[in-house]
């Protein structure tokens, strides 16, 4: 058995008397309940500081998922109980945890191993003794079990028999805490000299003799063991008790005497009526009491080799540790390097000084070992726990469109501003692209149709105003012609307002310039049906209807039709105009920038009010379509408003299905479609007659009174 295990055994028993004790090697946790142990005290600090250290390790390695093995007593116990509270605040999580039997069974540790050979987590945290370890350990080696990264505690980390070159391969690397080290001056020499000859009346030395040698130091008759040669000296054995260059169980020992002997240094001095008993009293220097020194060792304050020692109210020490690391020697062996030092006095999180440059980890790596239950999450993924396993347990889901995270191991998305937008990579909120009808390939395939359709319509108009005088100019009204050429010309170009980035003004014009130049452009035309109509209707006997649709008239009749649709924009731009607006719903990666009709009342009323005019149109022309001779002027009015009609009637559901620049795009072909529909079935004819027919530009030929 162990130091540890020994001193703890011996105090238990003792402790409940009230006599006053101070330990160097009891650890345990349980020794700090000042209810079951009033009057003990250590200079090892309390299993309380030791998984503090040891959940800070695990913390600084980024060792999130780890085994724990305990040795079957309190020790072990309260330690690893220690250190599951520990974690609970950390976001480590322990893989297993096993118990190594105190009486050691080859079955009980072969199970052990099947667990650690079994897990992912490649860190084993062991609170074991000396004794159970060594069995257990030789176990391990017989079954060939690498790449597990030990983390010792104080009780084995500094164990001489596990320093053998055959316990390297599968223990170098082993990281742990170990009580801190101290130089005790001439301690060597001292122990040189003590031996059974030098002091005869010393029975403890005369024990010791006979426990480590087997021999007895004196003849008795008593004694049936052999007689000593004389030559037997303490540095024969390898003890941790005779480690003089770097003595951590002596330097304890050493440390809980200074105390006792500055405790009853303190008790002597006392002066009375300045005591700290009762009526100022101090103890009688021939008659000490034992909570009288408790007293003074619960005050006590000095230090060794400029480490400070006292005792807090619990009665343990000034919590320091060595990080000890085990690393190959010159020879094969394992050698005890300290590598930093943990110290219990620091602010929360500055207690770990490591040097990782100095440590070797398991198999001989100079990198720190991987032991985590699922890998980190990047940036641009999220962590998503897994259902019935530990929080170290989780999968790696991507970020969702439109959100982000751009730290590691984030255990949610972030959503992006509503004008931003997530990258590929989910790891950080890009600007939206912004969208409009812009002169691009589409943007500018309108534009190039609109121009070209002014054009034509100019040149039209330019043809018509030079054969101004000629028969088919005249006969089709020459002024209605020219104002359904300007109402057209207004038409093409109105299509441009809706290509570029909308503005309050644009947004205005657009709907507005559309439905007045296309309710100028029909009412021309339905003045042009009621005039050939009626001129046609005139030639029969009793019908003087002409004199009722002279040019006054038509004037008026186009004024009035147009100035209802001026009515209901004035109305409409009152109300609720339209305007630009954002739309980020339709695909959210973007943001559309388009012209909010306002009133939607007001935009299917100007588009009503446009067909209403068209359907009359057309059906005044049917009626006209079998007027006598080669006048087709009615007929040429039927097509151009069921091709009118045709158009924007599909431009209805395209308009609502389509979004932002797409559905300025389908309205601005409706209207460059139309256009050209009025364009060529009103003027193409009379143009080719006029330029490749002029034979036929006469009012006989169109009157169908030609000599046959």
Known sequence: ????????????????????????????????????????????PSDDYQVKAIARMLVHFNWTWVGLLRGDHDYGRFAAKGLLRELQETKVCVAYQEMIPLLYNHQGGLRIMKVMRSSTAKVVVVFAAEGEMTPFLRDYMTQNITGIQWVAS?????ASAFSGREYYPYLGG????????????????????????????????HELWESLYGCSPFLSSVNQMPPCSGQETLFEHNSA?????????????????????????NLLLCQP?????????????????????????????????????????????????????WQRGPEGNIEFVNVGLFDGTKAVGEELLIQEDGIKWAGHQSEVPVSVCSASCLPGFRKAVRRGEPICCFDCVPCDSGKISNQTNSVDCTICPEDFWSNNDRTACISKKVEYLTF????????????????????????????????????????????????????????LLFIG??????????????????????????????????????????????????????????????????VICTAWLIDAPPSPSRNTQYEHSKIILECSVGSSLAFWCVLGYIGLQACLCFVLAFLARKLPGNFNEAKFITFSMLIFCAVWLAFIPAYIS???????????????????????????????????????????????????
Request: glycine residues 6%; charged residues 15%; contains cysteine.
């Open 1 to 44: 058995m162990s130091i540890i295990t020994i001193s703890f055994i011996i105090f238990s028993v003792i402790l409940h008397s009230v006599f006053t004790q101070i330990s160097y090697a009891a650890s345990c946790a349980c020794l700090s309940d000042r209810q079951k142990y009033p009057t003990f005290f250590r200079v090892i």
């Open 154 to 158: 104080e009780a084995w980390v500094t």
């Open 174 to 205: 082993t990281i742990g805490f170990g009580i801190k080290k101290g130089q005790i001056s001439r301690l060597g020499d001292f122990l040189q000299t003590v031996n059974p000859k030098r002091y005869p009346e010393n029975v403890l030395v």
């Open 241 to 265: 008790y005779m480690n003089t260059s770097s003595p951590r169980v002596a330097y304890n020992v050493y440390k809980a005497v200074y105390a006792i002997a500055h405790s009853l240094h």
């Open 273 to 325: 009526g300045r005591g700290p008993f009762q009526n100022n009293s101090c103890a009688q220097s021939n008659n000490i009491h034992p909570w009288q020194l408790q007293h003074y060792l619960q005050e006590v304050n000095f230090q060794i080799a400029g480490e400070e020692v006292d005792f807090d109210a619990k009665g343990d020490s000034v919590p320091y540790y060595d990080i000890i690391n």
């Open 440 to 495: 691009d390939s589409l943007g500018i395939a309108l534009t190039v149709m609109s121009v070209v359709g002014a054009c034509f319509t100019l040149a039209v108009c330019g043809v018509f105003f030079c054969h101004r005088h000629t028969a088919i100019v005249r006969v089709n009204n020459s002024e209605l012609s020219f104002f359904i050429l300007f109402a057209l010309t207004l038409c093409f170009l109105c299509s």
């Open 501 to 566: 980035k909308p503005t309050y003004w644009s947004c205005m014009l657009r709907h507005t310039a559309f439905s007045i130049t296309f309710s100028l452009c029909i009412s021309c035309i339905l003045g042009k049906t009621l005039v050939v109509l009626a001129a046609f209707t005139a030639t029969r006997p009793g019908h003087n209807i002409m004199k009722w649709l002279g040019p006054k008239q038509q004037r008026t009749i186009i004024s009035s039709c147009t100035l209802v649709q001026v």
């Open 658 to 708: 389509s979004p932002g620049n797409y559905a300025d795009a389908v309205e601005s072909f409706a209207i460059l479609a139309s256009s050209f529909g009025l364009l060529f079935c009103l003027f193409a004819p009379k143009s080719y007659i006029i330029l490749l027919k002029p034979e036929k530009n006469t009012k006989q030929h169109l009157m169908g009174k030609e000599n046959k």
